[in-house]
């Protein structure tokens, strides 16, 4: 099954990956890698089993510390696979089957494997067959022979017995008769892990995003095709994994975005391709993406090895765009030196100069007493008081990290201070990839996965202790916790709201290692002022930002005509909802009630808003609107 070492446990191998050794996770990936494409198969991802598995690999990669008994590693990513193979049925409009647990499924009318066999053609006929098995008895044929595993640890993959496997493997043998062995051969021949590439592209893109020059080159010289590899996790599924990544790039552009030169150059020595875009919905460019995160040394080096200085990407926007959006005063200097067109328009019509003009436009919105977040559904149904607690619950995917970092870009220039203890989308990597990607400065403070208990609390007190009494300047604090550590957060809260340079503190519940829509207390809990939650239902609409009006409240508020306001709207906004659950906003005169359905689905479009830190992508300028014109026009809306 495996390629570690005899003395190499799979309980020490998972403890090392989770304390952040990339050779250990290298062990595990090379490990699973045949019984995740497997496991994939299986699942009915046939066209896209490799995809699958990557997305597998990458929620494993995030979410490892929160496993509490690495011996349980197997089923838990089996657990994993699942959940990215049901993603993607979801997305093809298919309904994920469970692997195991259910009853054996019917013969779909008697199909006959022969029959099947003769149908089919070339690569589909090991497909044909395949799929003529009942799901239960795929996956251990897939798993035993398309991931190699024995029968004993695919039964601890699909957390049955080794007895069922086996029986589940002679049924399927009994199936299929004499072309049983047609089978296993492809399976056999089909295996990620006799190249080895699959786990090594997993591992160029991890080692890129840790800037580890010794394994980039290492890898690059074992195989120099890695250079041109893409990810293969979706923009959707990034989201969903928390990677904050747009998905899809090239080792180029992810080298580009973390500003590292040496990086860049290793790559481009190994051929990278300068102006290759990525294959997202956004095609940037190595270039673009340098200019956008306001690395100017990678924005020379990029123009000196002949990167198209008016290669466009998001919405039309070229790289001058991208900085004139970010106010990068000297890479638009470089670029203009290189040849950019300063009159070249996005898509929406704007040139670099006009995106200047609003960028020096904007201006900050406070009240007396009151903190105003700049996001409108937040403002109305969760205002958030000076020095105030705000909860934010679980929102796996629902863009929950990018309104946190819209908020603190409202708030400049107070500073992001982000504290506590690395869990899922939290740790100090991916929070810079996002301070560079939005523009928003942060601080860290994260204590780290692997870390002894003691060590993590003894870290986080002190970066509390630093923020409360060893920094004046205004900040707002955001407080991650993680499971064990709950409790050293809320003891915490305390200092935070009685230190005078606090604006106001954000603490993020941990998210779950699989995704899944939590039941949200309809409240905050004691000791906290606010709760802003998120709902699926609004992200899977593209309904940004995705604030749910149920479960996003307050315990107080600035006067009585603003929570009059909030119970109404909110009130308004569920009837819609239970008229219109997928927010498809159909014509109201198709609904019950069309005058108040028209209500709601103004009240809902009203509350969709484009931000700052968003505009590179959507080409729209963001919108800060003051708290009292967001009350008047719900008012003007109720009315």
Known sequence: MGRTRPDEELAVIVGRAAGGDLDAWSLLVGRFEDAAVAMAVAAGCWDDAADVAQEAFALAFRHLGSLRDPQAFPAWFATLV???????????????????????????????????????????????????????????????????????????????????????????????????????????????????????????????????????????????????????????????????????????????????????????????????????????????????FGNEDVVAQLLAAGADVDLAAFAGATPLHAAAQRGHDRIEALLLAAGADPERTDDLGRRPADWRDIVRARSLDRREGWLATGIRAVDLFAPVP???????????????????????????????????????????????????????????????????????????????DEVAHRSDADKLVVCQEAPGFTHDVLLALPTLQAAASVLATLVVDPAPAVSGELAIDTEPPEGYDAQVAFSPARARARLWPAVDPATTTAWRWPDERHHELAVAATTLLADYERADPTFALPDPATLPDPDRAAKGQALVRYLVQSFRIAEAVTSEPGERTPVHETLDRVEAILA
């Open 386 to 464: 000076l020095g105030g607690i705000v909860r934010f619950p679980p929102a796996y995917g629902l863009g929950q990290a990018v309104a946190i970092f819209q908020i603190a870009d409202h708030l400049v220039p107070a500073e992001l201070w982000i504290i506590g203890f690395s869990h899922g989308g939290y740790e100090p990597a991916t929070i810079e990839h996002e301070s560079r990607e939005t523009g928003v400065p942060v601080t860290v403070r994260l204590s780290l996965v692997g870390e002894d208990p003691g060590d993590r609390r003894a870290a986080f007190a002190d970066a509390v």
């Open 82 to 292: 699942r959940t990215a193979a049901g993603r993607r049925h979801r997305r093809a409009r298919f309904v994920e089957v469970p692997l195991d647990g259910i009853d054996p499924l019917p013969d779909e009318g008697g199909a006959d494997p022969a029959a099947a066999l003769e149908a089919a053609t070339d690569a589909d006929q090991v497909r044909a067959l395949v799929e003529v098995l009942p799901v239960e008895e795929r996956a251990v044929v897939a798993l035993h022979h398309l991931g190699g595993l024995p029968y004993r640890d695919v039964a601890s993959f699909l957390a049955i017995t080794e007895s069922t496997a086996k029986k589940r493997a002679s049924r399927a043998r009994t199936r299929m008769k004499e072309l049983f062995p047609m089978v296993t051969e492809a399976f056999e021949a089909a295996r990620p892990s006799r190249d080895g590439a699959f786990r090594d592209t997993l591992l160029l893109f991890i080692a890129i995003r840790r800037r580890d020059h010794a394994t980039v080159r290492r890898l690059l010289a074992a195989d120099p095709g890695l250079v041109h590899v893409t990810e293969e996790w979706s923009v959707d599924e990034a989201m969903a994994t928390q990677l904050g990544f747009a998905g899809k790039a090239s080792p180029l552009i992810r080298a580009a975005q973390t500003g590292d030169v040496a990086l860049v150059g290793l790559l481009l020595d190994a051929g990278a391709a300068v102006n290759a875009p990525c294959d997202c919905q956004g095609a940037e460019s190595a270039l673009w993406a340098a200019a956008l």
